[in-house]
Structure formats: structure tokens, C-alpha cells
């Protein structure tokens, strides 16, 4: 447990530290918490009603997708780039803790981005709206499963996805648009009818629920996978 | 306790069809600085990955500090300090920052990380820039930095591949103190893998030299010629240089042109300088001196690996 605080010691001191991280959390905080209270003013209650308010959720979703699937295979490349993640490769630090907190740190800061962004949503609407604070979709219970249990779930898959990905790809910009595909992925079941959305709290928590096993699954084949030797067959590609 | 730090018998390592490492066999006693040598390609980071269980060997065995670095790797690097050709330091992180990251690794108390990064900063005289971030360092600082991180725990065993590439002569020099200094305190051993070999030939007390992954020589870097084949200086009249292939020479003798008169021969043994005599009087060839000389190790290594160096 050591191992991985002082690897997310270090992945924190290293984000924070990070001019490109810090803008695309400011953009992705600002931005998915801006727009949707523009879109609410500018077409008025009535019309967010029509189309469910629960739309407004999807932004703060986005806000963690932005930010994880940036943040996760940046906090690979960077290592790969400067040759750190050979020199954590030489100290006794697991592969679990090296990945594990990468992960962790990812998931966490995407989740924290998506929950800012929820917070300006709140303000942004109340001010627009000037009706005080409006509640939006935390005023239903699907809508408060979504915001922070789908969220968490997206974040993590995310998380997961990202840092494996950015361990094959060495490239910031394909490492961003494949980790982004495979949060398309998620839809190909509803597409094809494997699946069908139902917005009821039991169903919503059953989605974040098995979001966390799908990303807790990969994490850990990802971990068989990718052992010392072979990481170290990867740097020397 | 075991005598030896480092122990390989038959170790070989292969990527694809490429043999790095082949058959090889060797011993770094305790509390030696070895220099462990070759040309770019020879398969010397190879054999540091597998010294600390980065690699596991395709045939062979590897014993560093008594222990197996596939089997209980993680004991093995928690004895070893390393610094890898690539330093690989963290930009976005100051200097301090980055040797409390890699103390904190280390599983030292908070007591000791304080302790241990202050030194370990004042030592390589970066102390004055420890809230520096490391992007803006010069080559010789993050050097020197990866050295004092390698430090940071006080191991038992420093494995240090190619410590002062890339660097200019005068922080060259300046590593190089560092290294002589740590090698003089005691019970420490260095294994230091460089292609540099007046390094080695100061730093090291022990060397051993690799090409295309096979062990050709090991020995003390100052006896390594004269041990290893005895060499003779000799100054001729009446030969030039190229007429010495047209010469009788005794079997096992060879004979090089050094430039004017001056002439070096290598022989099996050098009991065999009466015969060389003989035979060059026999030719004709005056030979006014004939001193038995220490062939420094860069001429050893040239002889060794120069005309094969890929």
C-alpha cells in the first residue's frame, strides 16, 4: 500500500505540475458546465422538459471522459517519453502499484472534473434561470445514480482503457482517440439490441455497477498482461 | 554472506534469432568496482536488465547479492541502486521532488527520506537548486541526479550503465570524482557498464570485456595486456612496415608496426622474446631494444574488439 501512495504522491505532484492537464481540466470543468446552462436559458425550462432533463446528465459524463482520456495515457506517455517508467522498472515498486495508481489517479481526477463541472451546471442554471439554485437532474434519483455512480464507473473504464492503450500506442493524440472509441464501444449493444436503456434507478445502478466490473476486469487482465519483461520488450521497440 | 556480488554461469539471452547475450560466465567479487566493457551493441544493457530481473536469461543462471533476480526480484532491486544510460528523472518534478520519490520508494521512514535526499543533494552539490524543476537542467546535473537517486538507500550494490554518455569532458570529470569517491567507501560494489575505457581504467579495479554478447577477457584494467599477452617493445633497423608478413617468425609471435623503428610483438609467453630475437637477427633486421611493456587497456580492447566493432 506504501508502493502505490507514493506512486500517487508522485503522479499528483507530476499533474499538477502539468500546464497541458490543467488547461484541458479547466476546459472540460468550464466548458461541459457552461454550455448545457446556455442551452437551458436559451431554449427555456419548457423545452428541457420535452427533451428530459436528464440530457443535462450526459455533459457531466463527458467532463469525465474528456479529462480521463486525457489524463489517463499522458500519465503512460510521459513516462515512456522521459524513460521514467524504465527506471520505475529497475526500483522493487509491483507493476500492480506502478499501473494501479496510475489508474486510481486517472479515474479519481476525471471523476473530480465531472463533479466540478456538475457544480458549475448548478450555479451557471441558478444565475441564468434566476430562480436560485436549480437542482436539475439531481432532483430525480436516476438522475443523481447517474451523475455520480455512472460517472465513477465511466471514469474508471476509462482510466483503465487509457493507461493500457498508451502502453501499445505511442502516440498522445491516437492514444486519446482510441480510448475514446471504446467508450463508443459501450454503445454497440444498444445499437445492435442486445441491450435497452431503461431510465429507472435500479437499471442505472446496474449499468454503474457493471461498468466498475468490466473496468476492475480489464484492469486485471491488463496486469496478467503486461508483466516486467514484456514492458521492458515494449520500451526497447 | 557470499563472497561474490554478482554471479552468471551460462548466460545467454536471445530476442528473435538475436543472441544478445551468449554463454556467458562471470564473478563480480564484493566490494570491487567492475567494468563491465564493450562496444554500442555488445549486449551490456542487456545484462544490466538481467542483473536486476528486468529480463529473464533464455539459457543460464544469474545470482546478484545471493539471490535469483527472476525468482526475488523485488529483493534484488531493493538491493541495488541503478542508473541506466537513460537517467529517466521527472521533469515536471523538482530535484528534491524526485529523490523523495524515489526515497519513498525505497521504503525509507520519513525521517530517513528527509535525511537521506539532503545529503544525497548536498553530496552532488545540487543543493542550491533542489526546488528547480529538472526541465531545466543540463546534462551533467541530471546525471549527477541520477546518480545521487541511485544513492538514495545506500545499496549494497550500484549498477550504473554508461554513466557519463553524452556528457562534456568537464562533467565528465566531475562524475568521475563522484565515482572514485564512492568507490573508496568501503564494502560497496559498482558494476559499471561503459564503452569509455579510461573510465574504466581509473574507476575500476577489475574489467571485463564483451562483444556481440561473448565474454573475451577479464582481468585488472592494468595488467590486462601484459597478463592476459605478453607484449614486448622492440626497436628494428632495416625492416618496414609491411615486410614483417614476409618474416619466419616463431609460431604464436606477432609482430605490429608502431611507427619509425618502434615495433610491438605478442607472443603466448614471454620466454618466446629469445626466439623472436633470434629470428630477426637470422633475417637480417638489427634490433637495437627490447623492453617488456604494459599494453594500457584501450590498446587491449582495440585489439580485442576494434576490428570487429559493429
Known amino acids: 500500500m506504501n508502493d502505490v501512495r507514493a506512486m500517487v504522491w508522485k503522479e499528483v505532484a507530476e499533474l499538477l505540475g502539468s500546464r497541458r492537464f490543467l488547461w484541458v481540466f479547466m476546459a472540460a470543468v468550464l466548458g461541459m458546465g457552461v454550455l448545457p446552462a446556455l442551452s437551458f436559458a436559451r431554449q427555456g425550462e419548457r423545452a428541457i422538459a420535452v427533451v428530459g432533463v436528464l440530457f443535462l446528465v450526459l455533459y457531466v459524463l463527458f467532463a469525465a471522459v474528456i479529462v480521463v482520456a486525457n489524463t489517463a495515457p499522458d500519465l503512460v506517455l510521459h513516462e515512456r517519453v522521459g524513460h521514467t517508467l524504465e527506471y520505475l522498472l529497475t526500483t522493487p515498486l509491483s507493476v500492480r502499484a506502478i499501473f494501479g495508481a496510475k489508474i486510481a489517479v486517472a479515474a479519481f481526477v476525471g471523476y473530480v472534473a465531472s463533479m466540478l463541472s456538475l457544480g458549475v451546471q448548478l450555479v451557471a442554471v441558478a444565475m441564468l434561470s434566476g430562480k436560485g439554485l436549480h437542482w436539475l437532474f439531481l432532483a430525480q434519483a436516476d438522475g443523481r445514480v447517474i451523475a455520480f455512480g455512472v460517472t465513477a464507473g465511466l471514469s474508471l473504464y476509462v482510466a483503465v482503457v487509457g493507461t493500457f492503450v498508451a502502453l501499445r500506442i505511442g502516440e498522445q493524440r491516437a492514444a486519446y482517440m482510441v480510448t475514446v472509441f471504446s467508450v463508443g464501444l459501450l454503445i454497440v449493444p444498444f445499437i445492435a439490441g442486445w441491450l435497452h436503456l431503461h431510465l429507472t434507478v435500479n437499471w442505472v445502478s446496474h449499468a454503474a455497477l457493471w461498468l466498475g466490473v468490466i473496468a476492475v476486469g480489464l484492469a486485471a487482465l491488463g496486469l496478467r498482461i503486461f508483466q516486467r519483461e514484456m514492458l521492458v520488450l515494449y520500451l526497447q521497440e | ?310
Open chain 2, 1 to 310: 554472506m557470499d563472497e561474490e556480488a554478482i554471479v552468471c554461469r551460462g548466460v545467454s539471452r536471445r530476442f528473435g534469432t538475436r543472441w544478445a547475450i551468449s554463454g556467458l560466465d562471470l564473478s563480480v567479487p564484493r566490494g570491487h568496482v567492475f567494468g563491465f566493457l564493450g562496444p554500442n551493441g555488445a549486449g551490456k544493457t542487456t545484462m544490466v536488465r538481467m542483473l536486476i530481473g528486468m529480463l529473464r536469461p533464455t539459457t543460464g543462471s544469474v545470482r546478484v547479492l545471493g539471490r535469483d533476480p527472476v525468482a526475488q526480484g523485488d529483493e534484488v532491486r531493493a538491493l541495488c541502486g541503478v542508473m541506466l544510460d537513460n537517467v529517466g528523472l521527472y521533469e515536471r518534478l523538482s530535484a528534491y521532488q524526485n529523490l523523495l520519490f524515489a526515497a519513498r520508494v525505497a521504503r525509507l521512514s520519513p525521517k530517513e527520506q528527509r535525511q537521506r535526499v539532503d545529503e544525497a543533494l548536498r553530496r552532488v552539490d545540487l543543493w542550491e537548486r533542489r526546488y528547480d524543476r529538472v526541465s531545466g537542467f543540463s546534462k551533467g546535473m541530471r546525471q549527477k541526479l541520477g546518480l545521487a537517486r541511485a544513492l538514495i538507500h545506500d545499496p549494497e550494490l550500484l549498477i550504473l550503465d554508461e554513466p557519463t554518455a553524452g556528457l562534456d569532458p568537464a562533467n565528465i570529470v566531475r562524475v568521475r570524482e563522484l565515482l572514485v569517491s564512492l568507490a573508496e567507501e568501503s564494502g560497496r560494489t559498482i558494476f559499471l557498464s561503459t564503452h569509455l575505457l579510461d573510465e574504466a581504467q581509473r574507476v575500476c579495479d577489475r574489467v571485463a570485456i564483451i562483444q556481440q554478447g561473448r565474454l573475451l577477457v577479464v582481468g585488472e584494467p592494468n595488467k590486462l595486456g601484459t597478463e592476459g599477452i605478453p607484449t614486448v617493445r622492440l626497436t628494428l633497423t632495416g625492416m618496414e612496415g609491411g615486410e614483417e608478413k614476409a618474416l619466419a617468425l616463431p609460431e604464436g609471435i606477432e609482430l605490429a608496426p608502431l611507427g619509425g623503428r618502434e615495433w610491438r610483438a605478442r607472443m603466448r609467453d614471454l620466454a618466446d622474446t629469445e626466439s623472436l630475437v633470434k629470428a630477426l637477427v637470422h633475417a637480417g633486421i638489427g634490433v637495437r631494444a627490447v623492453i617488456p611493456e604494459a599494453v594500457s587497456l584501450e590498446e587491449e580492447y582495440l585489439r580485442l574488439v576494434g576490428g570487429n566493432n559493429p
